[in-house]
C-alpha cells in the first residue's frame, strides 16, 4: 500500500474530528435547543427530554479530571493497544464547562501522580493501524502543564 | 394481586466445572428445587431461565431435559441483574393470577478473566480500552473517597468480612478467610481496587419454585413470602456504570439502588430498619459500601462506619452478605441474583448452617446489572 492510500478515520464517527491545518481535533456535541442538556457526540434526538431539535457544538477543548484509575491489566480482545509489552494507562471522566463528563483515557502524564480536579486538555491522537493500513484516531485527555 | 411465595430452592454449588455441562447443573439443581418444594416436573405450568452468556433458549433446552410438557419457558437477561428480572416475572405471573406454580431458574458457565466486552460496550470502546468492568468500579470508588473520606482500608475490610462469611458457606467457591494484609497486597488491578476486591466470574446454577401460600400449604411446605420482586432501571443520567462513557453534571437524580429499594420498601410496608438481613450486589469491594448506602441501611457517606463498628458481619445488628456474597460466590451471571434469593430463603428458614443469622425473619437481595438495571427483592417469613 502507498500512503496515498492509508486514510486517517476516526474510530468512531461523530465523536470527535480529526487534526487538520487548523485544527488539532476537537470534541463534538449536541445541545437539545428544547431544554439545553448537552450529550457527548453527534446525535439527533434529547435522551433528555426526547426533543428533536439538537444543534451540533463543538465542546470545551479543556475540563477538570472527576475521578481517575489505572489499567494495571490489559484490556481483553478486542483492544487494540499494544498488549505486549503492556504498559498500565490511565482513565477517567473529565466533566466540561458544558455539564457533560466524558470517561476518556488520560495520556501524557504520571499515572501514580494524578488528582481529581486536575485541570486537563483534549487531544487527538492515532491509536492504531487497522487491517487495510488505516490509521485510526480517537481522542484522549492529558494534564494541562502550566 | 395474590400473595406469592417460595415453596422450594435448589442451588448448586458455585466455581469451576469443566466436566459438567449447563444442562447437566440446572436439571440437577431444579429437581433440588422441586423436591424441596414438594412438586413434580409436571406441575410447573411455567419457566423462567436467567442467563446471559449461555446460548439463545437455554432455557427450553434444560426445560427439554427435564421432560417436555408444553409449558412457555423464557430466557430472561438483564446483564448481571438477570436473576432479579427472571423473578420479577414470575412473581407477577403468580401475583397476577396467571400461574400458580412456576419455576425461576438461573445457570451460567463463564469464560475466565475479564468479562468478554463485545456484549456490553460499543466496538470503540472496545477498541481503545476503555471496556474494562473493574475500571467502572474503581471508578466510582475514587468518586465515594473524594466526596465521603472512604479509604482503600474500608474497602479491605469488605473483603475480609465478606471473606470470613464465604469460609462458613459450603456453596462458596471461596471458602477462604484473608486478612487485610493479604487483600491490600494483592495486585492491584485498576487503582484503588485489588485482585481480592474484585469477584470472580465463574459457573453456577439456582432454582425457586414459586407458588400461592395456599398450594404451598396444601403441598406440607414451610413457605417464605416474597414480599415484593422489584426492576428499576435509573433516571437521566446515566450513572456512572457499565457500558455509559458520558454522563451529566447538570442533572441528578436518586441513585438507581435507592430507586428500587424505595418502591420495594413502599410495596412491602417493610422499611430498611426492619431488615435483619441483606444480600447486595458487592461485585468488587467498594460496591457494598455505596450499596449499603443507596439501600438506605444508613445515611450517605456512613457505609464506612457501618463496616468499622461490626454492624454488618454475622453477629452484628444487621449481617450483609451472609453469604460471603459475590466476592467469595463468585459471578455466574445468570445464576448470580437467584442465588441471593435462595440464601435469604434458607436464612429465613433458619437453614443456612454455620452461617445463619439468628432469628432472621425479613430479608432482602439486592442485584445490579450493566446497562444498568437494578433488582430488590424483600422476603418475610
Known amino acids: 500500500m502507498t500512503n496515498k492510500e492509508k486514510k486517517s478515520m476516526a474510530v468512531k464517527e461523530g465523536l470527535f474530528t480529526l487534526p487538520s491545518a487548523e485544527d488539532r481535533g476537537h470534541l463534538i456535541g449536541s445541545k437539545c435547543r428544547s431544554c439545553g442538556e448537552v450529550f457527548f457526540g453527534r446525535t439527533s434526538f434529547c435522551s433528555y427530554c426526547q426533543g428533536v431539535d439538537m444543534e451540533q457544538i463543538r465542546l470545551s477543548d479543556r475540563g477538570k479530571l472527576y475521578n481517575y484509575t489505572v489499567l494495571r491489566y490489559k484490556p481483553p480482545a478486542p483492544w487494540k493497544g499494544v498488549a505486549d509489552p503492556y504498559q498500565a494507562f490511565a482513565a477517567g471522566f473529565i466533566e466540561l464547562p458544558e455539564g457533560v463528563r466524558i470517561l476518556s483515557i488520560i495520556t501524557d502524564c504520571d499515572i501514580e501522580k494524578l488528582t481529581s480536579h486536575m485541570d486537563m486538555e483534549v487531544v487527538v491522537r492515532k491509536y492504531y493501524e487497522d487491517e487495510a493500513g488505516n490509521d485510526v484516531y480517537t481522542y484522549m485527555f492529558r494534564p494541562v502543564t502550566k | ?381
Open chain 2, 1 to 381: 394481586m395474590r400473595e406469592v411465595v417460595v415453596s422450594g430452592v435448589g442451588l448448586h454449588k458455585l466455581g469451576r466445572f469443566d466436566g459438567k455441562s449447563y444442562v447437566e447443573m440446572a436439571c440437577e439443581t431444579i429437581r433440588t428445587a422441586l423436591k424441596d418444594a414438594n412438586v413434580s416436573w409436571k406441575e410447573i405450568q411455567a419457566a423462567y431461565c436467567s442467563r446471559m452468556y449461555l446460548p439463545p433458549t437455554t432455557g427450553v433446552r434444560v426445560c427439554a431435559a427435564m421432560g417436555l410438557t408444553g409449558i412457555p419457558v423464557w430466557d430472561i437477561e438483564s446483564a448481571c441483574a438477570s436473576g432479579g428480572s427472571a423473578l420479577r416475572s414470575g412473581f407477577m405471573a403468580i401475583a397476577g393470577g396467571f400461574y400458580d406454580t412456576v419455576l425461576v431458574f438461573g445457570v451460567e458457565k463463564m469464560p475466565r478473566g475479564f468479562m468478554s466486552p463485545e456484549n456490553i460496550y460499543d466496538l470503540w470502546q472496545c477498541y481503545v480500552g476503555l471496556s474494562v468492568n473493574p475500571m467502572y468500579f474503581a471508578l466510582e470508588a475514587r468518586a465515594h473517597m473524594d466526596k465521603y473520606g472512604s479509604t482503600a482500608k474500608h474497602f479491605a475490610k469488605v473483603s475480609v468480612k465478606n471473606h470470613k462469611h464465604g469460609a462458613l458457606n459450603p456453596y462458596a467457591m471461596y471458602q477462604k478467610e484473608c486478612t487485610l494484609d493479604e487483600v491490600l497486597n494483592s495486585r492491584i488491578v485498576c487503582d484503588p481496587l485489588h485482585l481480592l476486591e474484585l469477584c470472580a466470574p465463574n459457573e453456577g446454577s439456582a432454582a425457586l419454585v414459586l407458588t400461592t401460600r395456599k398450594l404451598a400449604v396444601k403441598r406440607n411446605t414451610k413457605p417464605i413470602t416474597v414480599c415484593t420482586s422489584v426492576v428499576k432501571t435509573p433516571l437521566y443520567p446515566p450513572p456512572l456504570f457499565p457500558p455509559a462513557y458520558q454522563t451529566s453534571a447538570r442533572i441528578q437524580s436518586l441513585p438507581l439502588t435507592t430507586l428500587a429499594a424505595r418502591q420495594a420498601y413502599e410495596e412491602s410496608g417493610i422499611g430498611p430498619e426492619d431488615l435483619d438481613m441483606v444480600e447486595l450486589q458487592d461485585v468488587a469491594a467498594p460496591s457494598e459500601i455505596f450499596y449499603s448506602e443507596e439501600l438506605e441501611l444508613c445515611p450517605p457517606g456512613e457505609g464506612c462506619r457501618l463496616l468499622d463498628e461490626g454492624v454488618t458481619e454475622i453477629g452484628g445488628r444487621l449481617p450483609i452478605n451472609a453469604s460471603g456474597g459475590l466476592l467469595s460466590n463468585g459471578e455466574p451471571i445468570g445464576a448470580s441474583g437467584l442465588r441471593q434469593v435462595v440464601e435469604v430463603t434458607w436464612q429465613m428458614r433458619g437453614e443456612a448452617g454455620r452461617r445463619q443469622v439468628e432469628g432472621a425473619k425479613v430479608g432482602l437481595s439486592h442485584v445490579v446489572g450493566a446497562g444498568p438495571n437494578c433488582g430488590v427483592v424483600i422476603l418475610k417469613k
